[in-house]
């Protein structure tokens, strides 16, 4: 018997007992096309005016690769950051029981409803040479606003909220009979939490750690006044985007648009690779 008649035939869309897959499926498409994939399509449309040759002398000039560098290096900080953080809050608001949780988890969405020049100018108020926090560091030599380690405050503010709410949930779906279990057989209490659990929230994390990273990346109000804006040094991408267009360099624009947008690709498609990775390696989906 040929190897033909074994194999089995490719179908566009699987058997299901949901109805309207068509409609669905149509509308789903159309929506994301004029959401998301028109958009950036035509941003690297009006990109591709300026060339191969243009587009690598914008994103090799000094400015745009420090801002480059200062963009996605602090966010990645903030995001892992946040990734071991936002699971410590998750643990601590789903595992334990305690007056006043129902308050700090209402706090954990504040980033969220907060509007982000708010949350700027509340941090800049704080962390500058003469506010609350400031203050006090100013005299052991640490200096927050208006440098580089201000916009990882800001940063960090803004995507917590991400790793909490994507930890959260999966957390408390988890069984405890499993973690009872691995205690039954004699794991210590370090070793079912690094054998047991942390395996299975591996993919949780690591998709808030991508929505962090991603929300950080393209955050631009909170960080323009804790910043100081200064090139070379606390000018983050965003801003440089804006500047450009307040001079009319639209192609300048663009064209660092696109770049941002062919880096937080190739970032976000790695992290789901990996992510992919760890639900077949620890068999969780």
């Given at each position: 018997m040929s190897l033909a008649a074994h194999a089995t035939p490719f179908r566009f869309r699987q058997p299901s007992a949901l109805p309207g897959f068509g409609i669905?499926?149509?509308f789903a498409v159309t929506y994301l096309s004029l959401i998301v994939l028109i958009p950036l399509g035509v941003l690297v449309v009006q990109a591709s005016g300026l060339g191969l040759e243009g587009l690598w002398q914008t994103a090799t000039s000094p400015r745009v690769l420090a801002a480059l560098r200062l963009s996605f290096g602090v966010s990645f900080a903030a995001a892992a950051v946040?990734?071991?953080a936002g699971l410590?809050?998750?643990w601590v608001l789903t595992r334990y029981a305690f007056p006043g949780r129902r308050l700090l988890d209402a706090i954990v969405d504040l980033p969220f409803a907060l509007p982000t020049a708010v949350a700027g100018i509340a941090l800049t108020a704080i962390y500058a040479p003469n506010g609350w926090i400031g203050a006090l560091l100013a005299p052991l030599g640490v200096k927050v606003a208006y440098t580089?380690?201000?916009i990882f405050v800001a940063l960090v503010f803004i995507s917590l909220p991400f790793v909490v709410r994507t930890v959260q949930p999966v957390l408390a779906d988890l069984d405890r009979e499993i973690e009872e279990a691995s205690a039954t057989l004699g794991a210590s209490r370090a070793q079912t939490v690094a054998r047991v659990i942390l395996p299975a929230l591996a993919p949780a994390v690591l998709t808030g750690?991508?929505?962090?990273f991603g929300r950080a990346v393209g955050e631009y109000g909170s960080v323009i006044f804790i910043a100081g804006n200064m090139p070379f040094v606390s000018e983050i991408a965003p801003l440089l985007i804006v500047i450009q267009l307040e001079e009319f360099n639209y192609a300048?624009?663009?064209a660092i648009a696109t770049i941002m947008l062919a880096i937080s690709f190739v970032s976000l498609l790695a992290i789901n690779l990996i992510q992919a990775w760890s639900r077949r390696r620890f068999g969780h989906v």
């Amino acid at each position: 018997m040929s190897l033909a008649a074994h194999a089995t035939p490719f179908r566009f869309r699987q058997p299901s007992a949901l109805p309207g897959f068509g409609i669905t499926f149509g509308f789903a498409v159309t929506y994301l096309s004029l959401i998301v994939l028109i958009p950036l399509g035509v941003l690297v449309v009006q990109a591709s005016g300026l060339g191969l040759e243009g587009l690598w002398q914008t994103a090799t000039s000094p400015r745009v690769l420090a801002a480059l560098r200062l963009s996605f290096g602090v966010s990645f900080a903030a995001a892992a950051v946040n990734a071991v953080a936002g699971l410590v809050v998750a643990w601590v608001l789903t595992r334990y029981a305690f007056p006043g949780r129902r308050l700090l988890d209402a706090i954990v969405d504040l980033p969220f409803a907060l509007p982000t020049a708010v949350a700027g100018i509340a941090l800049t108020a704080i962390y500058a040479p003469n506010g609350w926090i400031g203050a006090l560091l100013a005299p052991l030599g640490v200096k927050v606003a208006y440098t580089p380690l201000g916009i990882f405050v800001a940063l960090v503010f803004i995507s917590l909220p991400f790793v909490v709410r994507t930890v959260q949930p999966v957390l408390a779906d988890l069984d405890r009979e499993i973690e009872e279990a691995s205690a039954t057989l004699g794991a210590s209490r370090a070793q079912t939490v690094a054998r047991v659990i942390l395996p299975a929230l591996a993919p949780a994390v690591l998709t808030g750690f991508a929505l962090a990273f991603g929300r950080a990346v393209g955050e631009y109000g909170s960080v323009i006044f804790i910043a100081g804006n200064m090139p070379f040094v606390s000018e983050i991408a965003p801003l440089l985007i804006v500047i450009q267009l307040e001079e009319f360099n639209y192609a300048g624009a663009t064209a660092i648009a696109t770049i941002m947008l062919a880096i937080s690709f190739v970032s976000l498609l790695a992290i789901n690779l990996i992510q992919a990775w760890s639900r077949r390696r620890f068999g969780h989906v």
